[in-house]
């Protein structure tokens, strides 16, 4: 070899840029209650890239790009179902792929949050929220400072969590509602609560007691009805009754004439009719549960 000589042939090699994996660490807001028709929601993480892809309940929908750590997106109605909707942001390749982690965010039926409120109805509502992946999801969410609130005449059926209250609240009446197929409580009462009063409810198959008491001041439960329900009785309950629906596996929470649920009720004034508008009391007293029974 003479060294010094011989030229090479110039040969590039090149490595490839590779693009980061992303994480989502956070949406916001990170629930909404049912019947929101739009809103503009945050996605928070790392990672994320212009020609990332936002796969919402698994299918791909538009994004804004911000920068690498937030993504923006518009959801619809048609987007904002009750329940668990999972949010996952995948990169192309040279790697990238999928998200660590995907979010979660959901949809509650109802939700009073961090403000103050005043002589509030909950009324005539349908809330069914399955369990989705094992994840438990809330009729209802309550914060803040609440005052006066009456949740009467709601059907709420095969959801995992109920009423749920980590507030200050003063005077709440949770009256003429029928509660089916729940796998925790119907209401849990922690915070503050003052002066709740729980009467002439339906229950049936609730694999916890109907109600849980926290930090609750002079509640007064019963006069409800509750069959198939763990925990006992409170006074004036019908307990272990078949309150006999017209049909439980057809969702008709209607009673049968035959249903004990039927004048069995206490007089509520804050309760003048029932789930379809039906004058209380039909009969000579009202009736247990959403529906006064018609004749
Ligand atoms: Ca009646």
Not at 187 to 196: F, R, T, Y
Not at 203 to 222: C, E, F, K, S
Request: hydrophobic share 35%; aromatic share 8%; net charge negative.
């Amino acid at each position: 070899m003479r060294s010094g000589q011989q030229s090479s042939i110039g040969v590039t090699f090149t490595v490839p840029a590779v693009n980061p994996v992303p994480s989502e660490i956070s949406i916001s807001p990170s629930s909404v209650a049912a019947g929101t028709d739009s809103i503009d929601a945050w996605i928070s993480g790392t990672g994320f890239m212009t020609n990332s892809i936002v796969n919402y309940d698994g299918v791909a929908m538009p994004f804004t790009f911000v920068d690498s750590t937030l993504l923006g997106i518009t959801l619809s109605t048609h987007d904002l179902t009750m329940g668990i909707h999972p949010i996952q942001v995948v990169n192309p390749v040279p790697r990238g792929g999928p998200s660590r982690n995907s979010l979660t965010p959901h949809i509650d039926g109802v939700q009073m949050s961090w403000g103050s409120s005043s002589g509030t109805i909950i009324e005539k509502n349908d809330i069914s929220i399955p369990k989705w992946s094992g994840y438990c999801e809330q009729t209802g969410m309550f914060n803040g400072t609440i005052t006066n609130l009456i949740i009467r005449n709601n059907l709420v059926h095969d959801t995992c969590r109920g009423f749920n209250f980590v507030a200050t609240v003063n005077g709440i009446s949770i009256v003429n509602n029928t509660f089916v197929n729940m796998d925790e409580y119907s209401a849990e009462l922690d915070g503050d609560v003052q002066n709740p009063v729980v009467h002439n409810n339906i229950y049936y198959n609730i694999t916890h007691p109907y109600v849980r008491l926290g930090a609750v001041t002079t509640p007064d439960v019963g006069n409800n009805l509750a069959y198939q329900v763990q925990g006992s009785s409170f006074p004036g309950d019908l307990w272990g009754v078949d309150p006999r629906f017209m049909s439980l596996s057809g969702k008709d929470f209607h009673l049968q004439s035959t249903s004990p649920a039927i004048d069995a009720g206490m007089s509520i004034s804050e309760v003048p009719n029932d789930y379809e508008g039906n004058t209380r009391p039909k009969g000579p007293r009202y009736d247990i549960g959403a529906f006064e029974f018609q004749k």
